[in-house]
């Protein structure tokens, strides 16, 4: 199982940015998959997921409405629209898969993913 993050960069606030995670080793229906991003000095966070076997889509509250994540199982590739950047959206992103199934209140626990990509590192700033 391998993850690869892409599509970082440097955007102003109230931009758009996509991430992308390439996924080989393992179909995307069958693990759960989440964005997490971490700042410095803070836990790492649970940002977006897709839950295995209903793709059931959860988000962190801070980005609801303004983050989409998406699937193309074909190409078995994670993506994660990010729309309306504000400053507070800084941080490195990571992809992380779970075989497990998990419920609302533990995706976003890091210690359930057994895999992880490197990070993708996110700028807003003006």
């Known amino acids: 199982v391998q993850l690869q993050a892409s599509g970082g960069g440097l955007v102003q606030p109230g931009g758009s940015l996509r991430l992308s995670c390439a996924a080989s080793g393992f179909t995307l229906d069958v693990y759960t998959i989440t964005w997490f991003r971490q700042v410095p000095g803070k836990e790492r966070e649970g940002v977006a997921c897709?839950?295995?076997?209903?793709?059931?889509?959860f988000y962190t509250d801070s980005v609801k409405g303004r983050f989409t994540l998406s699937t193309d199982n074909s190409r078995n590739m994670v993506y994660l629209q990010m729309s309306n950047l504000k400053p507070e959206d800084t941080a490195v992103y990571y992809c992380?898969?779970?075989?497990?199934?998990?419920?609302?209140?533990?995706?976003?626990?890091?210690?359930?993913?057994?895999?992880w990509g490197q990070g993708t590192q996110v700028t807003v700033s003006s």
């Open positions: 992380a898969t779970t075989s497990s199934y998990l419920y609302e209140t533990q995706w976003s626990n890091d210690r359930l993913y057994e895999f």
């Open positions: 897709t839950r295995r076997s209903d793709a059931m889509k």
